[in-house]
């Protein structure tokens, strides 16, 4: 009875008429919003990795860790190997110093000289259209394929963390660089104390990225394990 007073008057067989009648033409969507049929659907590219269980070509992947897990060595492990495909650039926003020092450790430790890692040392703001404007022209001028943000929390100062809101907007920032350029993004960002794993405050950008990872630093050790959270069409690291 539900259905049948949903549907009282639905004539089922003009809408489908009608909408057969518009698919024998190419699908005009009337808006910004995409509309594919089953077969465009079907063709629909599966994930390219870049690094297996890692770093999705396009697509915006996160670390997260707690204070001392060595995350920012492993977002420059990660971002090096990536450089010896496209030209990288990192975002190096609460310590360039630092920064620097561990990626000359790591080209020593792996006697490696090849592979192009530009640095930005200071934040940039995603929630400001300009900063998003100016980084677009970096990745154009440098021929970046991929970019590594240390961290979200450095380049969010001033916005409320666990706002929807503001981080909403952040977020569309993000997008909007990758989106417009196709670069691949690795974002770094620190633990939440309240869960096992996962980001610190809104939840909305992990769920948007495609890859969420935890870097977790085995008690008085320097080995660190890199934990799925969460993994679209993928399984689990």
Request: with cysteine; net charge neutral.
């Amino acid at each position: 009875e539900k259905y049948d007073r949903t549907l009282l008057n639905y004539d089922f067989n003009s809408a489908r008429q009608n909408l057969i009648s518009k698919l024998d033409a190419p699908v005009q969507s009337p808006s910004a919003i995409t509309v594919l049929t089953e077969d465009q659907a079907n063709g629909l590219q599966p994930p390219n990795w870049v690094l297996e269980g890692v770093i999705v070509k396009g697509e915006i992947s996160i670390i997260s860790g707690k204070k001392g897990s060595f995350k920012t060595f492993e977002a420059i492990h990660q971002t090096l190997k990536v450089a010896q495909q496209m030209n990288t650039l990192y975002i190096a926003a609460e310590d360039p110093v630092g920064v620097s020092i561990r990626r000359q450790a790591w080209r020593k430790h792996y006697e490696c000289t090849t592979g192009v890692m530009l640095t930005v040392p200071q934040p940039v703001k995603f929630h400001e259209p300009q900063d998003c404007s100016s980084l677009l022209d970096i990745i154009t001028l440098y021929s970046i394929g991929h970019v590594t943000i240390d961290t979200i929390a450095a380049c969010t100062r001033g916005l409320n963390e666990n706002d929807a809101k503001d981080m909403g907007t952040v977020l569309e920032g993000l997008e909007r660089i990758r989106d417009q350029s196709g670069v691949n993004m690795l974002v770094l960002a620190h633990e939440s104390s309240k869960q096992a794993n996962g980001i610190r405050g809104w939840s909305g950008i992990g769920d948007a990225s495609y890859v969420e990872l935890s870097a977790q630093r085995q008690e008085k050790s320097n080995i660190v394990t890199l934990k799925g959270v969460r993994t679209k069409m993928a399984q689990e690291v």
